[in-house]
């Protein structure tokens, strides 16, 4: 038996407030005045002022505003990492990495992709990356996927959605402001929310679950509880919480794995670029015989916040794309074996995941 | 408001077993063959073949069998870092720290007083190590402390007992193997877990909590109350969340602090040599009036597990070695702080302490 050697963010700062310490975070590790910063950051905060000006460009730093409606793409990467080469003097000093997981994926890929050959596909896997990533800094903007934890960062190649897993994928810095959280859409915050409750979901009745995956999964979806079926906290504090629950959540992962919502989810974000978050909650709702506790809360947590999920969204399919959903989940084959055990081909089929699909 | 830039432990392995995986992640850091790696190892492990015929030493590496029977001193972190620079032929490439909080805590101080001059008393405090110390890594072997997810080695000195705060102090690398702790008797198994119980005490009641320190206070509990208070565990869970339980209590510390039981059971330490577990639990055991919930628990489970605290430990002190006790622990500011805020100086006076002292 081997153990994974986990490698954390080494460096993390928690507070309301503590994206004002961006700047002297960053300024030790410039590397030249020609070598700038780069802020790849969500364009929802395009003329947000209140955060904006409060990014500290100094030299040639450079931000960069990307769209999170789509899930992140290894073509999307290819291109923003070139972009960046061609316009810098000098390799640049970092990626700061400003949304969700949209945005903190990319971050990630970027920073790992400076410093690799080729193309981002390549890359898709475990343990693939040769050289350690620029320095990289993850600040979440929404809470609930666990990337500011994570040694993966998931995106769709030409041929599946899959992360890039390696030590050199976290952050070398993560910085906890809930207050960047505050004007995010209810829909958006169930979505991403329900993220870190699946993940947990997923991971406490797993079969790789341990002691270590355990008490940060009860943690997270203790506070899961508490922020989206109880109504004793105030804003602030809810938002403090679920930011706490995102990094718990994506500790638990760590050494476990997630499960059916997950490995179905891909599927339909590969073939209909559905969302992660919505994606997770479309088919988290169709998963009572895989988890009955989790989807009954899941199903109360949807009532209280009137959360109505699309319906009906494989209605059209034809059997070859059904084929492509099918293909792509099951290649996800930790995944399944965490759900379902060992044994777990006797107990899924395209067969049956066609049928769940098609409720979807 | 500033927040603090917590450095985290940037390496865990967790598993019943990962021991055996020191010699994989430690031979990639040997500098040279002139270069050994220090293990400074708990002298209760000397002759238990177990575990030292798998401490993995090759050229010039030596295992230095250390006694935690006393409190590490600065003075004793002096002779051990003179030793190992008079007997080896290059820095070492690293010091191994493997046992309890003192091992631990003497593992993070000559990893640092290698690099940085003059004595170890003058890094007691916060921030005042310049140079980073060379890689080190903890493996502990009985579960409480926290001193292996810590930003600090605490030490006794000439003038006080006080930790060598800062961001080179935390451990490279950290293994979790359960099985460490095997042996651990019962009465340290106790005072040790307690150590971890009275952190989240403190931090949970303290007025410097935030929603980070509060998560990981509150799981950390919870494995305490599990561990301690029910019989629903195997012998192997129980260690494995013990193990957790610490980690996390050190975590929880990280952006709070402790409190009442820390700063008079430092006080302890320093006159009289007590080791820290037992001391907090000779003190904890009269802060009804503190934690009044906390040392209910406390004695409840104390009584489970047929605890027998010393008494009278300040019987025949002096009125001049109470003063002592009162100064060191009244110097310990930031915990008094934490447990009874800003006008902490008109809710503890000398009087009341030297009170509290002598029912001890």
Known sequence: MSYKNFPMVPRVIFGRGSFNQLSDIIAPKRLSINAPFIFLVDDVFKNKTWLTSRIPTSYDDRIIFISSKEEPKTSQVDELVEEIILKTKERP?????????????????????????????????????????????????????????????????????????????????????????KDVPTEQWFYTGMDCYIHCIESLTGTYLNAFSQSYGEMALELCKEIFLEDSLTKTDAQEKLMMASWHGGMS?????????????????????????????????????????????????????????????????????????????????????????????????PKKLKELYQKM
Chains 1, 2 share one sequence.
């Not at 040694?151 to 599946?160: A, H, I, K, N, S």
């Not at 169709?286 to 494989?314: Q, S, T």
């Not at 399919?317 to 930790?334: H, Y």
Request: aromatic share 8%.
């Open 93 to 181: 000093s970092g990626i700061i990495g400003i949304g969700g997981g949209t945005l903190l994926d990319l971050a990630k890929a970027v920073s790992i992709m400076i410093t690799n050959e080729g193309e981002t596909k390549n890359y898709q896997g475990w343990d693939l990356v040769k050289n350690p990533a620029i320095y990289h800094v993850g600040i979440p903007t929404i809470s609930g996927t666990g990337a500011e934890v994570s040694r993966t960062t998931v995106l769709t190649g030409p041929e599946r959605k899959l992360g890039i897993n390696s030590d050199f994928t976290p952050f070398d810095q993560v910085i906890l402001d809930s207050e960047l959280t």
């Open 253 to 349: 992962i760590v050494y476990s794995q997630v499960g059916v919502a997950h490995a179905m989810s891909y599927g339909l974000s590969y073939l209909l670029g559905t969302k992660h978050g919505i994606g997770n909650c479309i088919v988290f709702n169709h998963l009572e015989e895989f988890y009955p506790d989790g989807v009954k809360l899941f199903k109360a947590m949807k009532k209280k916040h009137n959360i109505v999920l699309p319906k009906g969204i494989c209605a059209d399919l034809s059997d070859r794309e059904l084929d492509i959903m099918i293909k792509i989940s099951l290649s996800l084959e930790p995944l399944w074996e965490n759900a379902l055990g060992e044994n777990w081909k006797k107990k899924i089929t």
